[in-house]
């Protein structure tokens, strides 16, 4: 299976505001664990380790080549 890198979300900037003004109240510090939480919450989801790892690997490099398979 690949990771899939194109647009999934109806409506990515409606997702965004979403998530940016659950955090308006919030320190720093606390909407890190939030997203700490949102990123295994949503790991979970998935539950896919190869796919996780490919996409950490993106978000960590999303220069590098990511062309081959997860799996």
Known sequence: ????????????DGFYEYLVTSQR???DEEANRM????????SNH???LDILKAAIDFAADPKA???KSAA
């Open 1 to 12: 299976m690949y990771l899939n890198l194109t647009r999934n979300l109806a409506d990515p």
């Open 25 to 27: 109240h919030m320190s």
């Open 35 to 42: 997203n700490a939480r949102l990123i295994l919450i949503l």
């Open 46 to 48: 998935i539950g896919d």
């Open 65 to 67: 080549d990511h062309k």
